[in-house]
């Protein structure tokens, strides 16, 4: 099993960057897995009459890939997900290829807590970016 960072591990500064292309078939299966069906994600005809003029991904997916970070990467195994902290600026459409960023801001030694600045950018535009916090292992032999 892969093993995580912990804090003793980590430093301001450390980033991993990720790139998952948004699938048809991503799409459907967020929204059974959700529950989340609005017509602007599943209906091309729907989402035609909208300001998006076509469908586009759901928010929570692409925001999903911060958490592939976080948990499988920086800090990985181990840490746990306190806060996500976004604001989506631009649409994701099928197709399109984001490329998400986690970068460590902050680290506070009391509880372990690490906040990392994140972002999602599609052909080098943001379309979403904001702030996570995570608890970490303190790396100290018990």
Same mark, same amino acid.
């Given at each position: 099993?892969?093993?995580?960072?912990?804090?003793?591990?980590?430093?301001?500064?450390?980033?991993?960057?990720?790139?998952?292309?948004?699938?048809?078939?991503?799409?459907?299966?967020?929204?059974?897995?959700?529950?989340?069906?609005?017509?602007?994600?599943?209906?091309?005809?729907?989402?035609?009459?909208?300001?998006?003029?076509?469908?586009?991904?759901?928010?929570?997916?692409?925001?999903?890939?911060?958490?592939?970070?976080?948990?499988?990467?920086?800090?990985?195994?181990? /840490? $746990?997900?306190? %806060?996500?902290?976004? =604001?989506? +600026?631009?649409?994701?459409?099928?197709?399109?290829? !984001?490329? &998400?960023?986690?970068?460590?801001?902050?680290?506070?030694?009391?509880?372990?807590?690490?906040?990392? /600045? $994140?972002?999602? %950018?599609?052909?080098? =535009?943001? +379309?979403?970016?904001?702030?996570?916090?995570?608890? !970490?292992? &303190?790396?100290?032999?018990?």
């Amino acid at each position: 099993m892969k093993q995580g960072k912990t804090f003793a591990d980590l430093a301001v500064g450390m980033q991993v960057a990720i790139q998952n292309t948004v699938s048809e078939q991503d799409v459907i299966d967020f929204a059974r897995v959700s529950g989340d069906y609005n017509p602007l994600h599943m209906d091309e005809d729907y989402a035609k009459t909208t300001q998006f003029k076509g469908r586009i991904a759901h928010g929570a997916l692409t925001a999903s890939y911060i958490s592939a970070i976080l948990g499988n990467d920086l800090p990985g195994p181990g /840490a $746990v997900f306190m %806060e996500l902290n976004l =604001k989506f +600026v631009r649409p994701v459409r099928i197709g399109d290829t !984001v490329t &998400s960023t986690a970068e460590v801001t902050e680290m506070v030694e009391r509880g372990c807590r690490v906040t990392l /600045a $994140v972002k999602g %950018e599609v052909d080098g =535009k943001i +379309v979403m970016k904001g702030e996570a916090k995570v608890m !970490v292992p &303190s790396g100290n032999a018990e």
